[in-house]
């Protein structure tokens, strides 16, 4: 079983419409986060969770909220879904436990088409 | 500020070419430098990393060096294979394990 799971994996939606990508994770790590990816412009951060009750912007959290619920599942909200925020969208986690440069593990990506 | 600058594809090579992908970064303090690839239609998987100065990182036949000198990680394989061909992303990872990323570069090994 993936360590890393995303729902759904792919999803088409209208403008105007509010959407939830959920991630849920196996490996026990304590940090996760959210990254869309665009051709070009490579993978850039939207939002970080540090443990339950940390909650932190990334470079472009504009439009977007999320909700850790748990140490093992981190949401991703479009709260009125444009265009622009078609792209495709990974979860990934990390352990703060041992080297302070851990390793990223990443989900397999959710593709959201906003028409 | 932290941020990676990688070579603009696409690359296109035959089989048992070299391959180069050049990666220079910029950082506060002493970033660990790390090589992630994406194959078509899945996530990102680590390739190789490295964690100081001068240490190299090597996995599935792929090197890379850390320079400080030059701020420089690039990719290197001495032979590259039609299953190589797929998005190499550059990435760093300073305090407090934000990671940076470079924009990607796309390989396609042609046999």
């Known amino acids: 079983d993936a360590d890393v799971t995303q729902t759904p994996r792919n999803r088409i939606t209208k403008t105007g419409k509010r959407i939830m990508l959920e991630c849920s994770q196996t490996?026990?790590?304590?940090?996760m986060y959210w990254y869309r990816q665009d051709p070009g412009l490579g993978l850039r951060l939207i939002y970080y969770?540090?443990?339950?009750?940390?909650?932190n912007k990334g470079e472009i959290s504009d439009g977007y909220s999320v909700s850790r619920q748990a140490q093992a599942k981190f949401s991703l909200s479009l709260e009125s879904a444009i265009p622009n925020q078609t792209a495709l969208y990974f979860c990934?986690?990390?352990?703060?436990?041992?080297?302070?440069?851990?390793?990223?593990?990443f989900g397999p990506g959710t593709r959201l088409t906003v028409l | 500020g932290n941020s990676v600058t990688q070579m603009e594809g696409p690359v296109t090579l035959s089989e048992e070419a070299f391959l180069t992908i050049n990666c220079t970064y910029t950082?506060?303090?002493?970033?660990?430098l790390f090589w992630y690839v994406q194959y078509p239609g899945e996530g990102l998987q680590l390739l190789l990393k490295?964690?100081?100065?001068?240490d190299k990182g090597s996995n599935k036949g792929f090197e890379a060096t850390y320079r400080k000198e030059t701020t420089s990680f690039h990719l290197e394989k001495g032979s590259v294979q039609v299953s190589d061909s797929a998005v190499y992303f550059c990435?760093?990872?300073?305090?407090?394990?934000?990671?940076?990323f470079g924009t990607g570069t796309s390989l396609t090994v042609i046999p």
């Open positions: 969770s540090f443990d339950v009750k940390d909650i």
């Open positions: 490295a964690t100081k100065a001068d």
């Open positions: 490996k026990g790590h304590d940090r």
């Open positions: 990934a986690t990390s352990d703060r436990r041992g080297s302070s440069y851990n390793e990223q593990f």
């Open positions: 950082a506060t303090g002493y970033p660990s």
């Open positions: 990435a760093l990872s300073a305090t407090g394990n934000q990671f940076y």
